[in-house]
């Protein structure tokens, strides 16, 4: 089954896990910008950040037959430093609108603090600016206040909420995102957010619609397999492959493709690894015989 | 270091708490690094940063393993940080800070300590976090604190919410019960955070029923210890 994996971050993970993740059957990713475990404090660290989004780990997934695409933004947590907050803002415009940037995300709350929510309602009208969906994080703190709250302040502003993807549910969060028009996505860990046998009771119980998974994978203890191995369970739980499929397929490719940003043809065709291939005079290879596919079946 | 030889080298007399956190390191150090300890207590603010760094290299980072008159001559200065669990650097790099606290002007004081804090490694934010408690004017130096519980370092995230006079003395409600959540979320016992009685209000209650709500619809346990703020 070709899946998508709609939120992990790949610059913190290695080649082992793009082979593994493509062997599984994973053909598509996007890798929203997010905080990378302590704080930045500079403007810069984020240009070069978001080009690293934009040029290297794009070329590293293609290696592996895999399309990469990103969302670009000032980060919940990071939006509590407003000097840098406020140059990261002013530097979005000239990223957003860049190929292969399919919303805007990760943004939200994660203390739930008044600049929390000032960059929040910002980033939400860039992205009404640039006709671009948005990723919402939810914290891990005060989950269902801060669901409730992200879900107001996307009503308050108007922001369609068809175009919202709120992320990281739980039992407690996800109902209330379903009565809105907004999309739920659920982030698959080893030990916190949500499991795999706990997603399969919740796709029992709300069935498919609006419903994405995703392995958030990143720098901390998480597994970059968890969309397969959830579909392995939901498989052997009796949910219909229909079901299946739109979850992991069909739903982020109809979120992202509000984008614009998502040639639905394209992507269904399983693209040729060519290891031979360089990007700014560099390759992912170590002295390995390239890996050069012909045009491949499906 | 006797008081005299102290009281030249600051070119002043130096607040008991600064006698104290002195004489306290001077008795774990050979002459050589007391040497060094006089020339940085009197050092010029400039290089204040660089000598907060060294301080590791020339004391270690060996326990306190403070004697029963020493905790008796720190309770009795109503210096509430308990400094047992702090190693030597950071008990050195606190002295420093508390010596800078008293011969440079607020905005000096509050340049040098967040210099220090965004410059530092691990230990040295260890360390800036245990000194905001016996700093003057430290409601100047909340930011520090409060950027510092944003941290996914453990031991940083503990050098501030744990067994620290500061959160519960100058956060305002929504950093104070972010702390508390946070202790909650990633196992910090809240025995270990200073003053929480105190602070517990109906908000904090509800941010803890939600997570003991939230815990349960996952089939997760539930922190034994949060009952102590559920009320």
Redesign the interface.
Not at chain 1, 110 to 113: F, Q
Not at chain 1, 140 to 145: G, L, N, P, Q, S
């Given at each position: 089954m070709r899946m998508f994996d709609p939120h992990i971050h790949m610059t913190s993970r290695t080649t082992i896990d793009y082979e593994a993740m493509a062997s599984a059957g994973i053909v598509a990713l996007v890798e929203p910008s997010f905080w990378l475990?302590?704080?930045r404090?500079h403007v810069g660290t984020f240009e070069d950040y978001f080009a690293s989004l934009l040029g290297w780990e794009r070329f590293r997934a293609s290696q592996f037959g895999i399309r990469h695409f990103c969302t670009l933004s000032v980060n919940p947590?990071e939006a509590?430093?407003p000097q840098v907050a406020e140059g990261v803002i002013a530097l979005l415009p000239r990223y957003l609108p860049k190929d292969g940037v399919v919303a805007v995300g990760e943004i939200g709350y994660?203390?739930?603090?008044p600049e929390e929510e000032k960059y929040f309602a910002v980033q939400l009208e860039l992205a009404q600016r640039f006709d671009l969906p948005v990723l919402v994080h939810t914290p891990?703190?005060?989950?269902?206040?801060g669901t409730e709250r992200s879900l107001a302040l996307i009503r308050e502003i108007g922001f369609p909420e068809e175009r919202a993807l709120i992320d990281h549910n739980?039992?407690?969060t996800l109902p209330l995102v379903l009565n809105t028009g907004c999309w739920a996505g659920h982030s698959i860990y080893p030990h916190t957010k949500?499991d795999e046998a706990?997603m399969v009771a919740l796709v029992k119980r709300y069935g498919s619609d609006r419903i994405l998974i995703n392995s958030a994978a990143d720098w901390?203890v998480s597994d970059p397999l968890k969309v397969p191995k959830t579909v392995a369970l939901m498989r052997d739980s009796g949910i219909a492959v229909h079901d299946i499929e739109k979850i992991v397929w069909h739903n982020p490719v109809a979120f992202f493709g509000q984008s614009g940003q998502l040639d639905v043809a394209d992507l269904e065709e399983r693209r040729a690894i060519d290891q031979s291939q360089l990007w700014e005079g560099n390759s992912v290879l170590r002295g390995q015989t390239p890996v050069v596919e012909r045009a491949a079946p499906a | 270091m006797d008081e005299r030889t102290l009281d030249a080298v600051l070119g002043h007399t130096p607040s008991p708490t600064l006698r104290l956190l002195v004489d306290l390191v001077t008795r774990r150090i050979g002459s050589r690094d007391r040497a060094w300890l006089e020339g940085a207590l009197a050092i010029q603010p400039a290089d204040l940063a660089e000598c907060f760094t060294v301080a590791a290299r020339r004391v270690g980072k060996r326990a306190l393993d403070l004697t029963s008159d020493e905790v008796a001559a720190i309770e009795a200065l109503g210096v509430t940080s308990p400094l047992g669990g702090w190693g030597l650097d950071e008990l050195a790099r606190v002295t420093l800070l508390v010596s800078a606290g008293g011969r440079l002007s607020p905005s000096e004081l509050e340049e040098l300590v967040e210099g220090c804090y965004r410059g530092g490694d691990n230990r040295e934010r260890q360390a800036v976090l245990r000194a905001l408690p016996l700093l003057p004017n430290s409601d100047r130096l909340l930011a520090v604190g409060v950027e510092a519980c944003r941290t996914s370092v453990e031991p940083i995230f503990e050098a501030i919410a744990c067994e620290n006079p500061y959160p519960a003395a100058h956060f305002p409600d929504l950093n104070f019960n972010q702390l508390v959540l946070k202790a909650l979320f990633i196992g910090v016992a809240l025995d270990r955070i200073v003053g929480l009685d105190e602070r517990r209000t109906p908000e904090l209650a509800r941010m803890a029923a939600d997570y003991a709500s939230e815990r349960r619809a996952a089939g997760r346990p539930v922190p034994a210890d949060i009952g102590r703020v559920l009320t």
């Open positions: 475990g302590q704080p404090t947590k509590n430093n994660d203390d739930l603090t891990h703190r005060d989950k269902k206040r739980t039992e407690e949500m706990r901390g | -």
